[in-house]
């Protein structure tokens, strides 16, 4: 879903967003914030949010989104 929303974004800020993913790679925690009421953390990028979650047994995070953010939160 999250490589559907990017198809559609300009290539600059598509830069920025690869950048962002590999920096939640490395650490999903830092710079990220909780969502209230939801077990998922969105980082900022711009005006754009990547939502993701994080499992730390299988230590894997799986990218539930990137949208603008006057779309991310509905």
């Given amino acids: ?3 559907k ?3 559609r974004l300009p290539n600059r ?3 920025r967003i690869n950048r962002r993913f ?3 790679s490395a650490d999903p925690y830092a710079g990220a914030r909780k969502l209230s009421g ?3 953390f969105r980082a900022r990028v ?3 949010r990547i939502i993701y979650d994080v499992d730390d047994r299988a230590r894997t995070v799986t ?3 990137v ?3 006057r779309e991310a939160y509905r």
Avoid: F
Wanted: glycine share 8%.
């Fill in 46 to 48: 711009g005006d754009y």
């Fill in 13 to 15: 800020v598509v830069k």
């Fill in 22 to 24: 590999n920096s939640i």
């Fill in 5 to 7: 929303h990017m198809d």
């Fill in 38 to 40: 939801d077990p998922a």
């Fill in 67 to 69: 949208r603008h953010r």
């Fill in 63 to 65: 990218i539930l989104g």
């Fill in 1 to 3: 879903m999250a490589e």
